[in-house]
């Protein structure tokens, strides 16, 4: 299932155009044979089917006879090239998924890849080769976190609280993994590698070590170098579940996301009074498990389906057999029928046309959910959610599957989508249309994105999907 869950979510057609439509996906399974199971095979992926093919060389008996001849300079220079290493350290919160989260991550960014007892192969154009080791044994990483903290003790950084958080930071490391770039190789090939990296490391809250000495978060900030530099005014280590932290800690984060908070919507024009407090304060968050999230994505997911299938401009033929079949599906997969809400299932069992459009867009709800899950990013509020990228991920999985792929964001980043979201919404309901249209901001995903940011953290004690209340 795993083997056909990433090729299905990787496969497009020449064009770069998704596989299948909505229709298509939910069709019965003797119009459509993509449902049926298939044997595992090996994961390898192919290079692309228009490269072209390494040249043949033909040796004739004269060629043998003439002396070998001087390699150009570029040869030369390749000779000359070491090899490019760069390091990332995570921390997962389940030691034993930390392979499955960077292995994810690894498939998604290189142009192919496989893998063997040594680790993972993966290629960046047709002669730059990448080797991936990744470790997760106890043993292993504690000692590249000895190795980090002997390393950065002495860097002479003037804030001190800055330095013992980051010190505080390498301790926590649960996972490691080395990135070596294989000669020949261009300086496009190390930016590249360099970039993916990053992403990698966004998946398992990593941290990336340069050859020059210089740890850096996901985010590309640089926390701590050796000579004593760092992007940081303050930095809060991502603690372990059920690390204690003091009132006066947890105020200062929120002090924090607020300030960040303002700064990034004033990068997008967008000004707020500064005295606006933070919605949910970090002590009174609650993060929802990893399963309760799969289960709520699942049902919005088919309500979300059936009201695209009634008012999807492109029109959906026999829009209530589509949703009935999609229901059904959903239902074998993730045993949906047990998951609605109360009015959720009336919609389902007894809907009017005037809830379609309603719940249409819950389908950027299941954006927010998937992105807590930690198996997509999400950008501006500006557009609606992509259907077909979401449908790519939920079709192909069932509810073991998330909870196997799933890299759940921590909490800090969760907080902090919902303060951006919190605070955009406060603008929303104080501004007209027009003036939003003109801000890049669409009011219904906004509420959408706050709604179920408001579940996800347990905002004002409410469980009840149905009972939440996005107040501004």
Not at 160 to 165: C, G, L
Not at 330 to 347: C, H, I, M, W
Request: net charge negative.
């Amino acid at each position: 299932m795993a083997i056909r869950f990433f090729k299905n979510l990787f496969r497009k057609h020449k064009k770069g155009h998704i596989g299948l439509t909505a229709e298509e996906a939910y069709a019965p399974l003797t119009a459509y044979p993509a449902w049926e199971e298939t044997e595992k095979e090996e994961i390898r992926y192919l290079p692309c089917e228009n490269e072209p093919e390494a040249e043949t060389q033909i040796k004739t008996e004269a060629d043998e006879t003439k002396p070998a001849a001087d390699p150009p300079a570029e040869k030369k220079a390749e000779e000359k090239q070491s090899p490019v290493s760069i390091w990332m350290y995570g921390f997962v919160e389940e030691r034993e998924i930390a392979k499955t989260l960077i292995r994810t991550g690894i498939i998604a960014a290189f142009r192919s890849v496989s893998e063997d007892a040594t680790g993972f192969q993966c290629r960046l154009t047709q002669n730059a080769r990448v080797n991936v080791d990744i470790s997760t044994d106890s043993e292993n990483v504690s000692a590249q976190a000895g190795y980090l903290i002997k390393r950065f003790q002495s860097a002479p950084l003037s804030n001190r609280d800055v330095k013992n958080a980051a010190l505080m930071q390498i301790e926590v490391f649960n996972a490691f993994a080395e990135f070596t770039l294989c000669p020949p190789y261009s300086d496009e090939d190390v930016a590249y590698l360099t970039s993916a990296v990053y992403k990698i490391a966004e998946m398992v809250c990593g941290f990336v070590l340069s050859n020059k000495a210089e740890l850096f978060r996901w985010d590309k900030k640089l926390l701590v170098s050796e000579d004593g530099r760092t992007d940081f005014d303050e930095f809060m280590p991502i603690r372990r579940s059920g690390d204690a932290a003091s009132n006066s800690d947890l105020e200062a984060a929120d002090a924090a996301r607020r300030a960040k908070s303002i700064e990034i919507l004033q990068k997008h024009g967008v000004d707020i009074p500064a005295d606006m407090p933070v919605q949910i304060p970090e002590s009174k968050a609650k993060m929802r498990e990893a399963e309760e999230i799969v289960n709520r994505l699942a049902a919005l997911f088919a309500c979300a389906l059936k009201g695209q299938a009634f008012t999807s401009p492109a029109g959906i033929s026999a829009p209530a057999a589509f949703a009935a079949n999609a229901v059904k599906r959903l239902d074998n997969q993730y045993g949906v029928s047990r998951l609605f809400t109360p009015k959720e299932a009336e919609y389902i069992h007894r809907s009017r046309e005037i809830q379609h459009k309603f719940f249409r867009l819950r389908m950027e709800s299941c954006q927010v959910l998937l992105w807590a899950l930690g198996l997509i990013n999400i950008g501006w509020p500006s557009d609606r959610a992509d259907t077909e990228s979401l449908l790519r991920i939920i079709r192909d999985a069932d509810t073991e599957m998330l909870l196997k792929i799933a890299k759940p964001r921590p909490l800090h980043m969760i907080l902090s989508m919902h303060d951006v979201t919190y605070r955009l919404h406060s603008i929303c309901v104080r501004t007209d249309e027009e003036t939003l249209r003109r801000m890049n901001l669409d009011h219904d995903v906004i509420y959408e994105r706050h709604y179920a940011l408001n579940w996800l953290l347990t905002a004002d004690g409410i469980t009840d999907w149905d009972k939440v209340i996005p107040k501004t």
